[in-house]
Antibody
Framework: QVQLQESGPGLVKPSQTLSLTCTVS??????????WSWIRQHPGKGLEWIGY???????YYNPSLKSRVTISVDTSKNQFSLKLSSVTAADTAVYYC??????????????WGQGTLVTVSS | SYVLTQPPSVSVAPGQTARITCGGN??????VHWYQQKPGQAPVLVVY???DRPSGIPERFSGSNSGNTATLTISRVEAGDEADYYC????????????FGGGTKLTVL
C-alpha cells in the first residue's frame, strides 16, 4: 500500500524559506489518477489545506497562502515538495503530505504521512 | 469561505454510541469526509463521501449527511476510539475549497 514520508529541516529562521519533501513508496506518482497534497496543523489546533499537485505539475493552492507557496514534483524520485517563503512564527506547525482521493467534484486525503514539525524561530 | 462547526468535545461510555456532528450551510449538498487523529499521530480517514468506509475501518464507524448537519456515528465505542475527529468538505464553488472543521475530542469515560 502507498506510504508517504516527510523530510526536511525542523527549524527555519524568520523570513527564510521552509522546504519539505514527501517521498512516496508503494506506488508511483507518475502512474496518474491521484493528486498529492500538503496540509498543516498548528500546535494544538485544527487542520489547514495548503495545496496539491498532479504528476504533470499542475497545482492548486490555498488562496490564503498562494503568494508564498510553491509545490513541485520530481517523478524520477517519486517525490513532491513544498516551499513556503517569508515564514514567520505563525507558520510553525506540523506539516503533513497526503494522497488526494477524488470523485465527482469532491476531494479527501488518504493516506497521510506521519508529519514533521517545523518551528520558525531565530 | 465555507465554515464547518463541530462541538469541541463529546463523551461516551464504553459500549455506547457516539455521535459527532459537523454543521455547515446546506452541508447536505456536499460530500463530507471524516478523519480520526490520535495524540502524536497523523489523521486517518475513517469515512469518505458522507458514508463510505475505507478498507480496514471497522463497520462501527458510519456517516450520514442531511440538511445543515453531517454526523459521524461510532457504535459500540471502545477505549481505542478516544481521539480527535475532524470533518472536511471540498467546496469547489469557493476560492477556498479545502475546508476542515475545528475538530471534536471524543472522550471514552
Amino acid at each position: 500500500q502507498v506510504q508517504l514520508q516527510e523530510s526536511g529541516p525542523g527549524l527555519v529562521k524568520p523570513s527564510q524559506t521552509l522546504s519539505l519533501t514527501c517521498t512516496v513508496s508503494g506506488g508511483s506518482i507518475s502512474s496518474g489518477g491521484y493528486y498529492w497534497s500538503w496540509i498543516r496543523q498548528h500546535p494544538g489546533k485544527g487542520l489547514e489545506w495548503i495545496g496539491y499537485i498532479y504528476y504533470s505539475g499542475s497545482t492548486y493552492y490555498n488562496p490564503s497562502l498562494k503568494s508564498r507557496v510553491t509545490i513541485s514534483v520530481d517523478t524520477s524520485k517519486n517525490q513532491f515538495s513544498l516551499k513556503l517563503s517569508s515564514v514567520t512564527a505563525a507558520d510553525t506547525a506540523v506539516y503533513y503530505c497526503a494522497r488526494v482521493g477524488a470523485v465527482a467534484g469532491t476531494v479527501w486525503f488518504d493516506p497521510w504521512g506521519q508529519g514533521t514539525l517545523v518551528t520558525v524561530s531565530s | 469561505s465555507y465554515v464547518l462547526t463541530q462541538p469541541p468535545s463529546v463523551s461516551v461510555a464504553p459500549g455506547q454510541t457516539a455521535r459527532i456532528t459537523c454543521g455547515g450551510n446546506n452541508i447536505g449538498s456536499k460530500s463530507v469526509h471524516w478523519y480520526q487523529q490520535k495524540p502524536g499521530q497523523a489523521p486517518v480517514l475513517v469515512v469518505y463521501d458522507d458514508s463510505d468506509r475505507p478498507s480496514g475501518i471497522p463497520e462501527r464507524f458510519s456517516g450520514s449527511n442531511s440538511g445543515n448537519t453531517a454526523t459521524l456515528t461510532i457504535s459500540r465505542v471502545e477505549a481505542g476510539d478516544e481521539a480527535d475527529y475532524y470533518c472536511q468538505v471540498w467546496d469547489s464553488s469557493s476560492d477556498h475549497p479545502g475546508v476542515f472543521g475545528g475538530g471534536t475530542k471524543l472522550t471514552v469515560l
